[in-house]
């Protein structure tokens, strides 16, 4: 006899309050992220926001579908349209100073250029249909009010040095890749800066200069582009990219592209921009899934943080360590909420002990914090939450050279990032760790 399975009108109720009672529970541990380390700010649109500038913490712009402008100086506490009529994909925004500023755009999807400019902090806005009507804009980025570079899908780098007067056109190598899609610059100085870009199943391409752009080197550093990159010193310099297919990757080159290190983000994704807070904690925005992920040891170990009202992330920007803003979908503005991660993240300088990282991270309930005495010492191992307070101690006393263990019960705390400390005197080690219940 055949058997049936029937599922009754109870079993399916109680399922179903199942199913909302650990969606709830999830979105609390998710809100708990959400919350703390950003602050949605009241946008006067809903159009989708592609790029974001601040020239410092109070004057702002950003940029999207539909010719959207808009514009803060007072930090993001109200942000106004500065539309002009135009009704164009804005794709990037680059101000340099308070009153400079210049966003590219595409009148067609495929075709005829447009750069738009402003010398009155956007009060007005000036047009220039650049003549070569088969380039497609990708990105701008000027360092300073003379000096500005555009990057196009066909590879190609616009140069001025008269403000946007006069552009020219920079010839590339007889290579490939050199024709593949420029997606963002950064610059360390007038003369020393990079590009990146690429094609997706093709390369990731790395660009880099010595004399402000009249020449560029190129190297295909990754099997998928690169969508974003930040030269935090004149050697230091860090990217993001990948595909759906591959997955996303950060760069790291510590010589200015002599060699590369790819760093593989464990998860499905597609890394469309980073930003490092500091140098050693940087924030990537993985796209369509709607989450960052996080490293606080520059790309060895990510986390995974929900992004603010559930949106698409496309650009953003840190002034500072503590200022920073976030724009993305249906006219998402977020400013970074300075008061969460104010505990110290890493210490490099070793005197009597070592403290590793623990083990297993992320975990549930229980981890193990390993450390090493360089010689006899009296130590304190401390954790802390995310603004900083402390809320255990776990030990505190005098240990013999050698490796310690401690297993940690953290069973009462709720899911989110945490830190511990090693200290003794003036000495501090101090890492991250993640709970996940």
Not at 333 to 338: G, H, Q, S, W
Not at 357 to 381: A, C, D, H, R
Request: proline share 3%; with cysteine.
């Amino acid at each position: 006899m055949e058997k049936r399975f029937r599922f009754g009108i109870k079993p399916f109720i109680f399922f179903s309050c199942a199913i909302v009672i650990l969606l709830s529970n999830l979105a609390i541990a998710h809100n708990f992220f959400i919350n703390d380390n950003w602050t949605i700010q009241p946008s006067p649109t809903n159009n989708n926001l592609f790029s974001v500038s601040f020239t410092d913490n109070l004057n702002g712009w950003a940029v999207g579908a539909s010719g959207t402008i808009i514009h803060t100086s007072n930090g993001g506490l109200n942000w106004f349209l500065q539309n002009d009529g135009l009704d164009y994909p804005f794709v990037s925004v680059s101000f340099p100073t308070n009153n400079k500023g210049w966003i590219v755009a595409n009148k067609f999807i495929y075709s005829h250029p447009v750069i738009i400019s402003t010398t009155n902090s956007g009060l007005n806005w000036n047009y220039f249909y650049y003549p070569d009507t088969n380039l497609i804009f990708r990105t701008v980025y000027f360092n300073d009010t003379l000096n500005g570079y555009i990057g196009t899908y066909n590879g190609l780098v616009l140069k001025t040095t008269n403000g946007g007067v006069n552009w020219i056109t920079i010839q590339n190598d007889s290579s490939f890749i050199s024709f593949l899609e420029i997606k963002k610059f950064d610059f360390y100085n007038h003369n020393k800066g990079v590009a990146v870009g690429g094609g997706m199943d093709i390369a990731g391409v790395f660009r880099y200069t010595t004399n402000a752009g009249y020449n560029w080197s190129v190297k295909n550093v990754a099997a998928e582009p690169l969508n974003d990159v930040r030269m935090i010193d004149s050697s230091y310099i860090i990217g993001s990219g990948g595909d759906f297919e591959f997955g996303s990757y950060v760069l790291v080159t510590t010589n200015f592209g002599t060699t590369f290190d790819l760093k593989y983000i464990p998860v499905f994704g597609l890394a469309y921009t980073l930003y490092p807070r500091t140098k050693d904690e940087w924030w990537i925005s993985m796209g369509f899934t709607r989450t960052f992920q996080i490293t606080f040891d520059r790309g060895n170990t990510f986390y995974e943080i929900p992004a603010p009202q559930n949106s698409v992330i496309y650009d953003m920007v840190f002034i500072d360590s503590l200022t920073g803003w976030c724009v993305g979908t249906n006219g998402t503005v977020a400013k970074y909420n300075n008061s969460v991660i104010n505990v110290k993240e890493d210490i490099l300088n070793i005197g009597d002990f070592e403290l590793f990282q623990n083990y297993p991270n992320p975990f549930n309930s229980s981890t193990v914090i390993k450390w090493n005495m360089i010689k006899k010492s009296n130590i304190k191992i401390s954790v802390f939450d995310l603004t900083g307070r402390e809320i255990s101690t776990l030990v505190n006393s005098t240990f013999n050279k050698g490796l310690h263990y401690i297993t940690y019960d953290a069973s009462e705390l709720k899911s989110g990032v945490y830190f511990y400390s090693i200290s003794s005197g003036s000495q501090k080690i101090t890492k991250s760790m993640v709970v996940v219940k």
